[in-house]
């Protein structure tokens, strides 16, 4: 490229392209999102988790036999191998649980023949198990960091309601079992997000999808990304009641601090995904008996309507539910991170498919021509 083709940088690379992709679409101005071509609101009312991870991985949706086989062998890759369950136990009390997931992947593709082979069936036989057992790799890698014993996966349960069984040794009520479904699917793919933009840059050096992976979950873990779910819950329990909302949303704008589960890069009138799942959050509350907290999110949502036009991105709602189904608040993070896998290694198979290095540049701003010191005159 010669100098005169030099795009201008643009902070955050807001509004850059930076990839072609048939994975999903984010298109804003109509508050819509689209996996392969289907509408996320006909997908978050009529499919289960497997559906949509069959979608989104092998590109169309699957008729009644390909789902059963893809089911079946999601099922059979559930269980952590048992070199995954030792570094698991080998690390230390109180590590963070997303360190613990980059740990668990990259055992996992230290132990997987195929980890350096990219051709595209190779990856999606990765993918698919990866998505099979990043639930596991949650809900025990707590257990385990809670000392915990872990649970194994029950193959008589779909691949969200088995999440929660694993994490509370017990079979999810109904309705649990419908909305961990639901976020799985919502959660499951988002475009060129930091966290998969990341698996991208990974995955154009001809590195493993493992690697790649092992990246996004580093990325996922900031507040501004993945980790504004967790940082969410604890602004509503700082709160604690409806009536100190106001006040203490007022009190952080005034101080200009960022209020998290709010705004977002790409959707600037409110974020479909948070609409869907804002109706389970009312009905969790009623069931539990906490409107108080549902309320909460009321108020902080119509102050930072009014205040700074923001609408609550899905990790806003997602807090809560996760909240009112009593999952504690450091899984919040990884959660998201075993339904982002199956974006995350979709995105991977399309880099590896058609590769080309990332390779960007920077506007160099320091100096230039400084005589050199010797080191015995240098201050
Ligand atoms: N709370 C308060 N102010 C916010 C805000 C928030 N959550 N999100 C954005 N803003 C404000 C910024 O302070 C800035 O105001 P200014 O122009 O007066 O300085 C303006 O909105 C634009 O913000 P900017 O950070 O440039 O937008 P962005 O596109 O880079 O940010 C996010 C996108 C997601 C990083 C940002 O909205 C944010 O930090 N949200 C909270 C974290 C979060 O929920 N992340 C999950 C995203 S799914």
Known sequence: MSDKEIIPYRPGLEG???????????????????????????????????????????GK???????????????????????????????????????????????LGSIDPQADLNTHEANLQKAIRLTACMPTLVANGYRILQGQEPT???????????FLYMLFGREPEPLHARVINLTFILYAEH?????????????????D????????????????????????????????????????????????????????????????????????VRQLAEQTGRLDLYQIQETMERVMLREKKLHPNVDFPAALVYYLMGIPIPLYTPIFAAARIVGWTAHVIEQHDDNRLIRPRSDYTGPHDLPFIPIDQRT
């Not at 079946?72 to 997931?101: F, K, T, W």
């Open 16 to 58: 850059v392209t930076a990839g072609i992709s048939q994975i999903s679409d984010i298109i804003a101005a109509e508050n819509r999102l689209i996996y392969r071509g289907y509408d996320i609101r006909d997908l978050a009312a009529n499919c289960t988790f497997e559906e949509v991870a069959y979608l989104i991985l092998q």
């Open 61 to 107: 949706l699957p008729n009644r036999q390909e789902l059963t086989a893809f089911e079946a062998q999601l099922r059979s890759h559930r269980e952590l191998p048992a070199e995954v369950y030792r570094v698991l136990h080998a690390m230390p009390r109180g590590a963070h649980l997303m360190a613990a997931l980059q740990v668990g992947v990259a055992t």
């Open 152 to 162: 194994p996966p029950n193959p008589d349960l779909p691949h969200a309601a088995n």
């Open 191 to 207: 475009g060129y997000n930091a966290s998969t933009f990341t698996a991208h840059v990974i995955a154009s050096t001809l590195a």
């Open 209 to 280: 999808m493992y690697s790649a992976v092992v990246g996004a979950i580093g990325a996922l873990r900031g507040p501004l990304h993945g980790g504004a779910n967790e940082a969410a819950m604890e602004s509503i329990l700082d709160i604690g009641s409806p009536d100190r909302a106001e006040a203490w949303v007022m009190e952080k704008l005034a101080k200009k601090e960022r209020i998290m589960g709010f705004g977002h890069r790409e959707y600037k009138t409110g974020d479909i995904r948070a609409v869907i799942l804002k109706e389970y």
